[in-house]
């Protein structure tokens, strides 16, 4: 079941992890409660992609502790976090494109494994898919047939169908259109009002803005700074480069000076 | 009756939905133009040898014939549906005749020179079978070794097993008087029997049809109404009891067929309707997809290959039993190519994801038809194994083309 509004469902203290000589992530501190967005944002290589696998259970951290409600856990396996109700949104989707979206939802987990209870499954699905409002034309049709946001929609419904506390979605948004892109951001906004907490990675700061209730800053591997939706794109770059000088002002620069 | 678009699944307009039998007919077009052509080149493909063959010689469709073109069919079609299995996962199994040889000769051995009861023989080769698919499964999930080239070895290592324990004699005849051999010679279901067989698969259409119809109503979804099913209950009832008529004007239906059928109706319940097929038909589409899933995707490829196995070695029973004798031609030749052309014929996919346990039944009466068809006309097996080969091309010919097809269609 979903947590209370507002609990802090995930508390992360002092995270590190090596790969060999490299430190991949070194002392990160990471708060989400039940019900806010938390977008991640960094540049390549800040560490974004290694928080998001320990916390899938990919990856173990070298030293932390990861406190899921208040108890200390370790995520051993990406079944454990997934038992927990970590749930993640790979960017490749992973949906297998034979299938039809009822399959996909259920892939893994469908109900009564000897006789497929395909009428309640096909129900649940609908009633999954009209709680997110999301369009889907048909629900018997093989995910070859959908488009790239609608396929977006059928993997975060997918994530959500074990009811997990939090999602995390890694760009969600990256290979989307305008249109899709608005529609996965109501998707997020209508995930957490039915109080999942969300956890978002995107480059993209137009729509991390436009969700992120806190964005998280990470730079080679530690945190640099926790901000709102409040805070400028400036801020927010200097935060992710490190330096207010960069190459994003620098350009911004120069391209004023030749407007002028 | 509630209204149309309070249903859960009719609530987005965009979508044209399909009502009736006049709506089925339409999506069955659709789905044909768009690539998904599911039995229909088995149906094209009877039509044309039952007229090419019976215009060049008229004893082809004379029932006794055809009773026994389907004693011959049991065997290569047990094997056959074995491969659909692998096929499923995008595998492929190329050591299945000689499994089928070895399995033959195991039972010679067994129970002709060993002296076991023939249950227990056929058992033990099953069980044989199923071992070497655990082996395969082995070799695949611990190597990552393309299951063409383990089988392939597979193929050559089988057939020296079964060279060995035939020995020197090279051939091991079993009983004429044996239940074994009258099984696979001369015994036919009573006609009653054969006629309420017959009967069966329209009832159980009817009753599923109409369970789901209520069921779906119940839930607020649409209905496809039991207009369809009555109209798809009664055509299968119709050729049924067709067929059955046809071949009790001969000999009547061979029980070995019938064991088959059976065999069938079993994998087609287990890949459609339990999570074992799910996961076999995710594993064949995305095998990231499913792993990720929580599917046992290692677990689910064994199961394919040992069932394989071990339906090849069930076949090669059959065959011994058709025969009534173990030798080292068994298993050899075409065996290997007629059950994969089957499967691939009926409709089951090279490239995974897709095909159905009738794919076996329907591709092997096309292969054993072909073949029947070639022997009446005394042709030697050097065209026999030429026309088969050509057929086998354009079968996979077919497959690729409608994949490419159903790819710009929108449909996997």
Known sequence: MTADKGELILKLRGVSKQFGAVTALKDIELDVHAGEVVALVGDNGAGKSTLIKVLAGVHQPTEGTIEWCGKPVSLDSPGTALELGIATVFQDLALCENLDVVSNLFLGHEINPWQLDEVQMEVRAWTLLRELAARIPSVREPIASLSGGQRQTVAIARSLLLDPKIIMLDEPTAALGVAQTAEVLNLIERVRDRGHGVILISHNMEDVRAVADRIVVLRLGQNNGVFTNETSHQELVAAITGASENSVSRRMARKQEEAV | ?412
């Open chain 2, 1 to 412: 009756m509630t209204n149309i678009s309070d249903q859960l699944d009719r609530e987005d307009s965009r979508v044209r939905h399909d009502q009736g039998i006049g709506g089925a007919v339409r999506a069955f077009l659709d789905r044909v133009k768009s690539g998904d052509l599911g039995m229909l080149p088995v149906f094209i493909g009877l039509l044309l040898i039952s007229v090419v063959f019976s215009s060049l010689n008229p004893v082809f469709l004379a029932p006794n014939n055809l009773v026994n073109l389907l004693f011959d069919a049991a065997a290569i079609g047990l094997i056959s549906l074995g491969v659909v299995c692998v096929l499923l996962l995008g595998e492929i199994d190329l050591s299945i005749g000689s499994m089928s040889g070895l399995a033959s000769a195991l039972i010679g051995v067994l129970w002709v020179n060993a002296g076991l009861p023939w249950p227990f023989a056929v058992v033990l080769a099953v069980l044989a079978g199923a071992a070497v698919g655990l082996l395969y499964g082995f070799l695949r999930n611990k190597f990552e070794m393309p299951s063409f080239v383990a089988t392939l070895a597979g193929l050559l290592a089988l057939l020296g097993l079964q060279l060995y324990l035939l020995g020197s004699t090279g051939s091991i005849n079993l009983p004429y008087t044996s239940t074994l051999v009258k099984f696979g010679q001369i015994m036919i279901m009573p006609a009653w029997l054969s006629y309420i067989c017959a009967l069966l698969p329209g009832a159980v259409i009817v009753y599923t049809g109409m369970n789901t119809n209520n069921r779906r109503r119940a839930a607020n979804l649409s209905s496809p109404g039991m207009s369809v099913v009555f109209a798809k209950a009664i055509i299968i009832t119709v050729a049924l009891v067709f067929c059955v008529y046809y071949l009790e004007l001969g000999r009547g239906v061979p029980w070995m067929f019938a064991v088959f059928t059976v065999f069938v109706i079993a994998l087609e319940y287990a890949l459609r309707r339990t999570k074992w097929g799910r996961s076999m038909f995710a594993v064949g589409g995305n095998a990231e997809a499913a792993r990720r899933s929580g599917i046992n995707v290692r677990g689910i490829r064994m199961s394919a290959f040992m069932i394989c196995s071990a339906f090849a070695s069930l076949g090669g029973v059959f065959a011994a039993s058709r025969l009534a004798s173990a030798s080292q031609q068994a298993g050899t030749g075409d065996v290997n190519l007629n059950a994969i052309a089957a499967a691939v014929i009926g409709g089951t996919s090279l490239f995974g994801g897709r095909g159905s346990a009738w794919s076996a039944l329907l591709g092997v009466i096309v292969i054993q038809a072909i073949s029947n068809g070639l022997t009446l006309l005394n042709l030697s097996s050097s065209l026999r194994y030429m026309i088969t080969g050509a057929v086998l091309a354009i079968a996979v010919i077919v497959d690729s083309l409608a994949r490419r097809s159903r790819a710009s269609h929108g449909r996997a």
